[in-house]
């Protein structure tokens, strides 16, 4: 039989692997792909715990991390098209401006 | 016992798709991965029970987000390999492997489930996606609203950071665009 | 009478505020002017006030505002006047009225001109509120008012150097300035702690509420009271061992010296005890012993006058002696003597340190009356005024002093206490010694200041005319003893003299009369012709042990400043330096040190920010899982 203990494993390991990606990634587009990794591993615990404890407030909030999500893609894709216009890169280390 | 192959089965599947989304080179292999990756997921939403929830992950995700990214990625060289300079990989899978064997031994203890409580409990009889309605429409009206706004305001927020001189080319070179627009203003 | 009130209370303080607005501009002598005019309204406001409480028999007590109020503690601003504040509102603000106009003159090369006169009149209204306070807390306020503007006007002159003299080594105004306000401030924890003692048994600091309390606290409580609050009188009237500060505050320019060290500040300790009677009179042994160190003090004080050489200072040693004459009377119960006293000598003494300011004026600022001689020819009023105020304080029959000064010592007699009787009466002689010494020095034999390239010169005229009214008070103050003592024994304990002291006072009289005249033809005959100076005698052991004070300022130097200083310095290198001021540069040191090293992190590249945040991320959740498995 299958727990919220199992899915809970399971969301934290995509969770991670989003988190792993974030680090790992330079490139600002696959940055993006990473924290959408990381977004639906949430999503999933959500759902879970939601399932298991009969109770509707999980998924709410995965509603709502879903619009989130979306708008932020929506915002995101744009700043990146203006950087890319700007720059001609999507790479972070082409776009450090501000050392300290 | 479909649900236990279709758990490991998901499971297995998607973590295997989102590792590729972190590790490829290639936007598009990370994309198409990806976009995989999340219907599995919506599959895990299927089998919680959570219907409304999956189908929206569904239509959300893979329609629109997805095709979103895939929309962005005409602008930019997407068959071109990333070269990613990668300096301290050692420090990453550490944090990265750190987390996990941290999250998993919290998810991994057992749980003292008897204080909690369904704050909204789900009623036996009816639909998923009736039950979703009465409780986003009465107890979450107002952040639903909220949510409403935000969206259209990233979307207003998109389209002006992206429409801005859309009649340019991003890839070409820009110096020839810039001769072209000023052959167009002096005529 | 509330209006004439606030008049004669707050035209000083208008006056020091109209003289502040002009404190950095350069010499305006309306400043001046103005001044004087609105000190010469709180006269008169406070003659007119005079004549309403001694016509009428009443007093005038006005409630300004509440000032503290604070659960229990309820303390006004609240002003009285009856026949004590108001003899000495009138002796104050005359004074100060002459003091005022004499320092147009006196100040008139001076560049602080308008800066003084803010001084001078904020000292006059710190007096005012120390003697119109209707309690104890105002009282004090005044007390440390007239406290700082002593420590301003002593240090007037604070860029001056410090100056070798024989007698007082090394003594600059700032150095007396600072000397007189800690010696006071001394005395004034003695003060506080006499308000608390009151105010813990009593639980009030108004003057009628604690007085009508006393019959009701016990012996203890009444002797600790009184003792504390006879310490800070002993402070701000330079008693024996707080007396050095007063003879170095002359390095103060000369007007404030008449003003605050002849007339009014030092005379707020004999203000106190006399306002503090029924306190005083309760506790006999404290009394006496008030009487027995005053009486000290005026040998004391009078023994180091007889050689000293500097002008001021035998002034200021006079003071200290006359002093000494007003708490003898003061402890022996004659309260309102002691009061008449001090209104007698503001008159005469504020009258000799002008005629000395005249001559150091005359003098270029040369103060050793060795040097000088023969003026009579050159300052020929300021020859009559100071040999008036100096027949004055000798006692001389019909002048002031005779008359208030016969009186203490008659009290001494009355009493008893004979032994004080014999001091008093010497002290009376040699009183009379050092003042014509003095005069005759100044003024008599041959012109010894020629030698070094003096031209001096008489005063301005209206400097001389504002003198005048305290020449004719030292002359004819005496007359209204009779008068004074049926107006302030309305309020003040009556004190007669037995029967049989009256029976003999004309011979007692005598006895005082005698020594005073003695005291006057020894000094003509030794000094009218001139200087002699007597070799053998100023070496002899006496005559230096005088000359040095006792060597008392030395002994303060060498066993209460020196360890002090070592002390504050060990206390600056050790502690200070190696602990407090290394601890917080410390603080500063790690502070600097760690942003320095931290600011490499901030590298522009998002990236390395993102792994720094999973860094801090993974801490907290480690931390998280740790303190759950933990707890």
């Not at chain 3, 040999?387 to 002048?399: E, K």
């Not at chain 3, 007359?479 to 309305?490: A, L, Y």
């Not at chain 3, 009369?513 to 001139?530: E, H, N, S």
């Amino acid at each position: 039989m299958i727990g919220l203990t199992h899915y809970l494993i399971v969301s934290a390991l995509i969770f991670s692997i989003g988190l792993m990606g974030v680090l790992r990634r330079r490139n600002l587009l696959m940055l993006f792909f990473a924290t959408e990794v990381m977004l639906n591993a949430v999503n999933i615990a959500f759902a879970a715990i939601s399932h298991y404890y009969n109770d509707l407030t999980g998924q709410m909030f995965a509603f709502f991390i879903i619009a989130i999500a979306a708008s932020e893609v929506a915002v995101g894709l744009g700043i990146l098209i203006v950087l890319y216009k700007k720059y001609g890169s999507l790479d972070l280390d082409d776009l450090a401006s501000m050392k300290g | 016992m479909y649900e236990i192959i279709a758990f490991y089965l998901f499971s297995a599947l998607t973590i295997g798709l989102f590792l590729i989304t972190v590790m490829s080179k290639n936007v598009l292999y990370a994309m198409t991965s990806l976009a995989a990756g999340m219907v599995l997921i919506s599959g895990f939403f299927f089998i919680l029970g959570a219907d409304f929830l999956g189908v929206v992950q569904l239509i959300v995700y893979v329609g629109a987000v997805m095709a979103l990214y895939s929309f962005a990625m005409m602008f930019f060289d997407a068959t071109r390999d990333i070269k990613e300079k990668n300096t301290n990989s050692a420090l990453i899978f550490l944090l990265g492997g750190l987390s996990a064997v941290v999250l998993v031994l919290i998810f991994a203890a057992p749980i003292h489930s008897d204080a909690i409580q369904a704050l909204y409990p789900m009623h036996e009889g009816v639909g998923n996606a009736q039950d979703v309605g009465i409780v986003l429409f009465t107890k979450y009206l107002v952040p639903f609203e909220v949510a409403a706004v935000m969206l259209l305001v990233a979307m207003i927020a998109g389209i002006i950071l992206a429409g801005k001189k859309m009649d340019q080319s991003l890839t070409e070179d820009m110096a020839a665009d810039d001769e072209i627009m000023t052959q167009k203003d002096a005529k | 009478m509330e209006n004439l009130v606030y008049i004669a209370l707050f035209a000083p303080f208008v006056s020091s505020m109209f003289s502040a607005l002009f404190g950095m501009s350069p010499r305006q002598t309306f400043v001046g002017i103005v001044a004087s005019s609105l000190l010469f309204i709180s006269f008169a406001a406070s003659a007119m006030l005079a004549f309403h409480v001694y016509t009428t028999g009443t007093s005038v007590h006005v409630t300004m505002m509440e000032w503290i109020s604070a659960g229990d503690l309820t303390i006004p601003f609240g002003f009285l006047v009856d026949q004590v504040s108001v003899t000495m509102m009138t002796v104050v603000t005359l004074v100060s009225t002459v003091v005022h106009i004499y320092s147009i003159g006196y100040m008139d090369h001076d560049k602080s001109f308008n800066r003084f006169f803010s001084y001078l009149s904020a000292f006059v209204f710190s007096m005012m509120i120390l003697v119109m306070s209707d309690n104890f807390a105002g009282l004090f306020i005044g007390w440390e008012g007239v406290g700082v503007c002593s420590w301003l006007l002593i240090g007037f002159w604070y860029h001056k150097e410090d100056v070798s003299r024989e007698e007082n080594p090394s003594i600059s105004p700032s150095w007396a300035a600072n000397e007189a306000f800690i010696m006071n401030r001394i005395a004034d924890l003695g003060m506080l702690v006499g308000l608390f003692i009151l105010y813990w048994n009593v639980g009030s600091l108004q003057y009628d509420v604690v007085f009508s309390a006393l019959p009701n606290l016990s012996g203890s409580i009444l002797n600790a009271a009184a003792v504390a609050l006879f310490i800070g009188a002993m402070g701000k009237s330079a008693q024996f061992p707080l007396h050095t500060w007063l003879t170095d505050a002359m390095e103060g320019p000369t007007p404030v010296s008449a003003l605050i060290h002849a007339a009014t500040m030092v005379t707020a300790g004999v203000f106190l005890v006399i306002r503090a009677n029924p306190l005083f009179a309760m506790t006999p042994e404290v009394s006496f012993f008030i009487a027995a160190l005053g009486t000290f003090v005026a040998f004391f004080a009078a023994s180091m006058a007889l050689v000293n050489r500097d002008l001021k200072r035998i002034i200021a040693f006079s003071t200290l002696s006359q002093l000494g004459y007003m708490f003898a009377a003061a402890g022996l119960g004659a309260y309102w003597i002691a009061l008449f006293h001090l209104a007698a000598h503001a008159f005469f003494k504020a009258l000799l340190f002008l005629g000395a300011g005249n001559v150091m004026h005359a003098m270029h600022d040369e103060l050793d009356i060795f040097k000088m001689g023969g003026l009579k020819k050159v300052m020929k009023w300021t020859y009559i005024y100071m040999g008036l105020a100096s027949l004055a304080l000798a006692g001389i029959p019909f002048f002031a002093g005779f008359f208030s000064k016969d009186a203490i010592i008659e009290t001494a007699f009355n009493e008893g206490t004979l032994v004080l009787w014999a001091i008093l009466v010497v002290t009376a002689g040699m009183t009379a010694f050092y003042s014509f010494r003095q005069v005759f020095l100044t003024f008599l034999g041959d012109e010894r200041y020629k030698a070094f390239g003096i031209h001096p010169h008489e005063m301005y005229k209206f400097v001389l005319v504002a003198m005048s009214p305290l020449a004719i008070l030292a002359m004819v103050a005496g007359f209204g003893m009779g008068s004074f003592e049926h107006f302030v024994t309305k309020l003040l304990p009556e004190y007669h003299m037995s029967e049989h002291t009256h029976h003999i006072a004309w011979i007692l009289g005598l006895v005082v009369l005698v020594f005073a005249v003695g005291g006057i033809w020894l000094a003509y005959k030794k000094y009218a012709k001139g200087l002699k100076r007597d070799e053998k005698l100023e070496n002899s052991f006496i005559y230096k042990l005088l000359a040095n004070q006792y060597y008392i300022p030395q002994l303060y130097g060498e066993f209460i400043s020196k360890p002090y200083a070592m002390l504050s310095e060990m206390m600056w290198k050790n502690v200070d330096m190696k602990i407090v001021d290394a601890t917080v540069d410390g603080i500063a040191k790690f502070i600097y040190k760690s942003g320095d090293g931290s600011r490499k992190m901030q590298t522009g590249n998002l990236s390395n920010y993102l792994n720094w945040m999973a860094v801090g991320g993974v801490l907290l959740l480690v931390v998280a899982a740790l303190s759950a498995m933990l707890g």
